[in-house]
């Protein structure tokens, strides 16, 4: 099945630098329909207002962060419990890999990373595009 490169993108990170990297990325990798939260709870109300088709999370934000935004969202009972999750960290730490996993991560990216990584990371949870 071909990836929709017109859908819903959510990227939640508290650092807009980073937020506009991830963008810029994105976009590079043709996708253009990307929306922005600068923490979990940001990103949780937008969830549950827009379809997203990827959920690309940091993990270390205030007050709510990528972890806890994580284990609502797959604790949910609505259909945004199943949105393809990507947690990025500058953390490679083995027990936060194993946590993220644990909680319904789909996919893990550890700072910094380029274009061709966050493409093989997104290839991984959604096929190749």
Do not use: C, H
């Amino acid at each position: 099945m071909a990836v929709d490169m017109d859908m819903n993108i959510l990227i939640v990170d508290d650092y807009t630098t980073m937020l506009r990297i991830i963008k810029n990325l994105l976009k590079q990798l043709g996708f253009d329909n990307v929306d922005e939260a600068t923490d979990g709870t940001m990103a949780l109300d937008r969830i549950k207002l827009k379809t997203y088709g990827l959920v690309i999370s940091d993990w270390n934000m205030e007050p709510m962060t990528g972890y806890e935004f994580l284990k609502q969202v797959r604790a949910s009972d609505k259909a945004y419990k199943t949105v393809p999750f990507i947690m990025v960290t500058a953390e490679s730490k083995t027990d936060n890999v194993i946590a993220a996993k644990q909680a319904g991560v789909n996919n893990y990216i550890v700072k910094p990373f380029n274009a061709e990584t966050l493409k093989s990371k997104i290839a991984a949870v959604l096929g190749d595009f």
